[in-house]
């Protein structure tokens, strides 16, 4: 099925030579080839980390990602490896950034393609060697809010679930069994008030994250079935429904494995990070009033630097050692902020403020269609019955 999304659609009437290779033409390139886009395996990692703790965090070249790995580097217990699309363009962010030298490495993942995936394991288990991976940060994402039309990945996927899902999923599956071997070992992934309909950003405003009876999964989600429910693609909730199926997986992941595996899986919303790159597809005039507004108006702003520190926070604080737990800051956006004495909004999830157990909407927690949503990824995802932790203790 997914060949669909790179072979010419067949029609009645055999087309000519020279329609044929106009169509051919119009296909967009594959976004991984492996021929030309794998890296070679790097190799002696053990004797870089030393006694340090592995961590992968993936999208660590811009934003949250970046001030995660940069604020894990600077901890000096930690060895990042930096999971990104761009390998030349990450090792320029670590420099540029001042990353500590021999505190981090630099590898191709292409979440849009569920072999990059792949790929990526296998080159990390060729650098690490033995020494088993501790920590695994699931932050990247991609959002769309203007396009008409859905874009896909290399295996015919919407690109918003295939990106932000369905690669990750596919990342910690392959990941969980080595993962196992480390003590105190923790798998985040980034969650969103917009999946969280019991939350300002993801209640009242428009479109809702739903997944109603999952039609889209279902059928297969290739193309041209762009939404899980089904219905007609929408570039807003196509994302707010990527982060629902993120948090879902968090939960179904504990449920499943926390007890039989001793990983810690948990989420985290991080507050507005108004200025991220993730708002890129939107307009200059929202690019540069949505920051104002978020942070003199609702009080939910935080900058990269702080929200950074939330994640890494996550990854190392004792307090985050429990499983199965959605962390937020300064009242979770469930509110608009309120003023204090200070003159600025508090309460609204942005700067300051300190780290709690935040409660996921009904949606979120509703475990019959969450089970459903693991089940489903684990066939879209490509993933063979071997290769699937059996449930339980």
Same mark, same amino acid.
């Given at each position: 099925?997914?060949?669909?999304?790179?072979?010419?659609?067949?029609?009645?009437?055999?087309?000519?030579?020279?329609?044929?290779?106009?169509?051919?033409?119009?296909?967009?390139?594959?976004?991984? *080839?492996?021929?030309?886009?794998? #890296?070679?395996?790097?190799?002696?990692?053990?004797?870089?980390?030393?006694?340090?703790?592995?961590?992968?965090?993936?999208?660590?070249? &811009?934003?949250?990602?970046?001030?995660?790995?940069?604020?894990?580097?600077?901890?000096?217990?930690?060895?990042?490896?930096?999971?990104?699309?761009?390998?030349?363009?990450?090792?320029?962010?670590?420099?540029?950034?001042?990353?500590?030298?021999? &505190?981090?490495?630099?590898?191709?993942?292409?979440?849009? &393609?569920?072999?990059?995936?792949? %790929?990526?394991?296998? !080159?990390?288990?060729?650098?690490?060697?033995?020494?088993?991976?501790?920590?695994?940060?699931?932050?990247?994402?991609?959002?769309?809010?203007?396009?008409?039309?859905?874009?896909?990945? %290399?295996?015919?996927?919407?690109?918003?679930?295939?990106? !932000?899902?369905?690669?990750?999923?596919?990342?910690?599956?392959?990941?969980?069994?080595?993962?196992?071997?480390?003590?105190?070992? /923790?798998?985040?992934?980034?969650?969103?008030?917009?999946?969280?309909?019991?939350?300002?950003?993801?209640?009242?405003?428009?479109?809702?994250?739903?997944?109603?009876?999952?039609?889209?999964?279902?059928?297969?989600?290739?193309?041209?079935?762009?939404?899980?429910?089904?219905?007609?693609?929408?570039?807003?909730?196509?994302?707010?429904?990527?982060?629902?199926?993120?948090?879902?997986?968090?939960? #179904?992941?504990?449920? /499943?494995?926390?007890?039989?595996?001793?990983?810690?899986?948990?989420?985290?919303?991080?507050?507005?990070?108004?200025?991220?790159?993730?708002?890129? *597809?939107?307009?200059?005039?929202? /690019?540069?009033?949505?920051?104002?507004?978020?942070?003199?108006?609702?009080?939910?702003?935080?900058?990269?630097?702080?929200?950074? #520190? /939330?994640?890494?926070?996550?990854?190392?604080?004792?307090?985050?050692?429990?499983?199965?737990?959605?962390?937020?800051?300064?009242?979770?956006?469930?509110?608009?902020?309120?003023?204090?004495?200070?003159?600025?909004?508090?309460?609204?999830?942005?700067?300051?403020?300190?780290?709690?157990?935040?409660?996921?909407?009904?949606?979120?927690?509703?475990?019959?269609?969450?089970?459903?949503?693991? %089940?489903?990824?684990?066939?879209?995802?490509?993933?063979?019955?071997? *290769?699937?932790?059996?449930?339980?203790?």
């Amino acid at each position: 099925m997914s060949s669909l999304a790179r072979t010419a659609t067949a029609t009645t009437k055999p087309l000519t030579p020279v329609k044929m290779s106009l169509e051919f033409d119009m296909l967009p390139p594959p976004i991984y *080839e492996k021929q030309k886009d794998s #890296e070679a395996p790097k190799i002696l990692g053990g004797i870089k980390i030393g006694l340090r703790k592995l961590v992968v965090v993936t999208g660590a070249s &811009s934003g949250l990602g970046r001030e995660c790995a940069r604020a894990l580097c600077n901890n000096g217990n930690y060895f990042v490896v930096m999971a990104v699309r761009d390998v030349e363009k990450g090792k320029a962010v670590a420099k540029k950034y001042k990353f500590p030298d021999n &505190s981090y490495t630099v590898m191709k993942l292409e979440l849009a &393609s569920l072999q990059s995936v792949r %790929d990526f394991v296998a !080159n990390l288990k060729a650098f690490k060697s033995a020494r088993p991976l501790t920590h695994l940060v699931c932050n990247a994402a991609v959002y769309l809010p203007k396009d008409p039309k859905p874009s896909w990945t %290399d295996d015919g996927y919407e690109m918003s679930m295939g990106v !932000n899902h369905l690669g990750h999923f596919l990342l910690t599956q392959l990941l969980i069994p080595d993962m196992q071997k480390a003590k105190g070992a /923790r798998c985040i992934i980034v969650g969103s008030i917009t999946g969280n309909t019991n939350t300002v950003g993801g209640g009242l405003v428009y479109p809702k994250a739903d997944l109603g009876l999952l039609k889209g999964m279902e059928q297969g989600a290739q193309k041209p079935i762009a939404m899980m429910d089904g219905k007609k693609y929408d570039g807003a909730k196509a994302y707010k429904d990527s982060k629902v199926m993120n948090m879902m997986t968090v939960s #179904e992941l504990h449920r /499943r494995y926390h007890k039989k595996t001793g990983v810690t899986f948990s989420s985290m919303y991080p507050g507005c990070i108004a200025e991220t790159q993730l708002f890129r *597809e939107k307009r200059q005039w929202f /690019r540069k009033i949505f920051p104002l507004f978020m942070k003199y108006v609702t009080g939910g702003y935080v900058g990269e630097e702080e929200a950074g #520190e /939330r994640l890494a926070q996550v990854v190392d604080d004792p307090i985050c050692a429990k499983s199965g737990v959605y962390w937020s800051w300064n009242g979770g956006a469930q509110t608009v902020g309120r003023y204090d004495a200070s003159g600025k909004p508090k309460g609204a999830g942005g700067a300051g403020g300190e780290i709690f157990e935040n409660q996921q909407s009904d949606a979120v927690q509703d475990r019959e269609t969450a089970k459903k949503v693991f %089940d489903l990824s684990c066939k879209l995802a490509g993933l063979k019955d071997k *290769e699937i932790l059996p449930d339980g203790p």
